[in-house]
């Protein structure tokens, strides 16, 4: 285990050493949260990936393997057809908004009156978000040290939050793209191909499992539909995914790039649902599916390579703890904090505006770890933060992006009722019931449409600034120093 240990301090200490880094190109708001504007088709598409393909990506699609089979795929294949959709229908707009929140687009889009409740929505799913990744720790630590779950917490959540302290995106993307090569290294090149030769080929994996865990739709069609439903529209409007595209240099990169990324993702489901079915005739008899992960790299990979592929399951937990981090911080500084003290559009020193974002990270960074210590069910905050999400915002910021007719006051009543709804009935159904979602999203749908018509339609005057905010005919809604020529 030695060289293993070698292995995963290396990769530690080589995430803190790109956030300092990362730190000294971080002089303005916009290097800070969207690292320029100016990252390049391969870079993007890298840390796009690395991004949506967390430790409930990971860890959780190889359990659901276990459990289903190759059906099992179907949760993170759902992310990354999110994911394509996002990127051929509406990321090249999105990039041309040049805004910073989802918030921001919704002021501009309905007139400057959607910001602050759309904002209190965003944080909590941002937030729960991160606490998922961050609980994660604990599993992988585990299995590496066998370490205290707290503690696990504590370490892994403290090197995310300084990195991502020091050097905002710039940090982040420097170590997603580490975080997407050794995850594409780990988990596709290693684990998969050694998982299925360990459990005898597919021909014995036949033999021994029952022909559902072979069905393509063994895991249920309302477990698929409601997937779709929480994570193929929860990637169109996550400000975690926004943030990344935002960070395009072009319409093109966040276009092609994005889809790039997409592409991945149903690679990366497949080889999660195949791994989770090789460990299942390996290890038939686990107490949790969620062990699957961890038992079959301690007991079946070599020295070494296990080091490498537990390597890559932290890099998956930590791509999407930070791009969650900064999108909750992001939010909560930009779209709560400084709209309630009246500032949002008070143009500061450069300074300043990167100071305050990075003591929102800290600040954030700190709630999360709390947050983590606190909860123990990964797959109840996952869900929590996508209903809140889906139920709350999808009909707001779609509708806002492909019908005129939608108002403020449409928007903010959908907001209101989508998420109160599935409030209540994740109170009476329980959290990890359908009804939330299915009920918050048809309430926020009737209420868009209802207050919509029966209010005056947005001012032609907000819906041509609009239209050229789309087109890429105006400036960024908050405007950054020009750096010195260099």
Same mark, same amino acid.
């Given at each position: ?272 649902? =195949?791994? *989770?079915?090789? #460990?299942?005739? /390996?290890?038939?008899? $686990? %107490?949790?599916?969620?062990? +699957?992960? &961890? ?58 505006? =990167?100071? *305050?974002?990075? #003591?929102?990270? /800290?600040?954030?960074? $700190? %709630?999360?770890?709390?947050? +983590?210590? &606190? ?66 999203? /048809?309430?926020?749908?009737? %209420? ?5 018509? &029966? ?32």
């Amino acid at each position: 285990m030695a060289v293993d240990y070698i292995v995963i301090v290396v990769y530690l200490a080589g995430m803190l050493a790109m956030g300092w880094w990362g730190m000294r190109r971080a002089k303005s708001k916009s290097e800070f949260l969207v690292a320029g504007r100016r990252l390049g088709p391969a870079l993007y598409s890298g840390t796009m990936a690395a991004i949506v393909l967390g430790g409930a990506s990971t860890i959780g699609g190889v359990g659901l393997g276990y459990q289903y089979g190759l059906s099992g795929a179907w949760m993170v294949f759902t992310i990354g057809l999110g994911l394509l959709a996002l990127s051929v229908f509406f990321s090249a707009r999105i990039a041309r908004l040049k805004v910073y929140t989802v918030s921001e687009m919704l002021d501009l889009r309905y007139g400057g009156r959607a910001g602050v409740i759309s904002g209190v929505v965003m944080w909590a799913y941002t937030l729960m978000l991160a606490v998922t990744s961050t609980i994660a720790y604990a599993t992988i630590f585990d299995v590496l040290f066998d370490m205290n779950r707290t503690l696990a917490i504590v370490l892994g959540g403290s090197i995310v939050v300084a990195y991502s302290t020091l050097g905002g995106m710039w940090s982040i993307t420097l170590t997603d793209m580490v975080q997407f090569v050794v995850k594409t290294i780990g988990v596709l090149l290693l684990l998969l191909p050694i998982a299925v030769v360990k459990a005898g080929g597919f021909g014995e994996m036949k033999a021994k499992l029952p022909t559902e865990y072979f069905d393509p739709l063994g895991i249920g069609g309302e477990t698929i539909f409601t997937y779709v439903l929480i994570y193929t529209f929860g990637m169109l409007i996550g400000q975690d995914i926004w943030q990344r595209v935002f960070t395009a240099r072009s319409d093109r990169t966040a276009q092609w790039g994005g889809t790039v990324a997409g592409t991945y993702c149903l690679a990366y489901a497949l080889a999660g649902a =195949v791994i *989770g079915t090789a #460990a299942k005739v /390996l290890y038939p008899n $686990l %107490a949790s599916a969620d062990d +699957a992960f &961890a038992t079959i790299v301690k007991h079946e990979l070599p020295v070494g390579v296990r080091g490498l592929v537990l390597a890559a399951a932290l890099a998956a937990v930590m791509s999407t703890s930070s791009g969650a981090l900064i999108a909750c911080a992001t939010v909560a500084n930009n779209d709560i904090w400084s709209r309630l003290r009246g500032i949002a559009h008070r143009p500061e020193e450069a300074h300043d505006e =990167v100071k *305050g974002n990075r #003591a929102f990270i /800290l600040l954030m960074g $700190l %709630a999360v770890i709390a947050t +983590a210590i &606190a909860l123990n069910n990964v797959v109840e905050a996952l869900t929590v933060a996508y209903n809140l999400l889906v139920g709350g915002l999808l009909v707001p910021i779609l509708g806002g992006l492909l019908w005129r007719r939608g108002t403020a006051q449409g928007a903010l009543a959908s907001v209101a009722v989508g998420g109160l709804t599935v409030v209540v009935l994740m109170a009476t159904h329980g959290i990890l019931a359908n009804e939330p979602v299915y009920y918050g999203l /048809l309430s926020s749908l009737v %209420a868009y449409l209802a207050v919509s018509l &029966a209010t005056p339609p947005t001012d032609a005057a907000v819906l041509t600034a609009w239209r050229d905010r789309l087109a890429g005919r105006e400036p960024e809604l908050v405007s950054d120093p020009v750096p010195a020529p260099q």
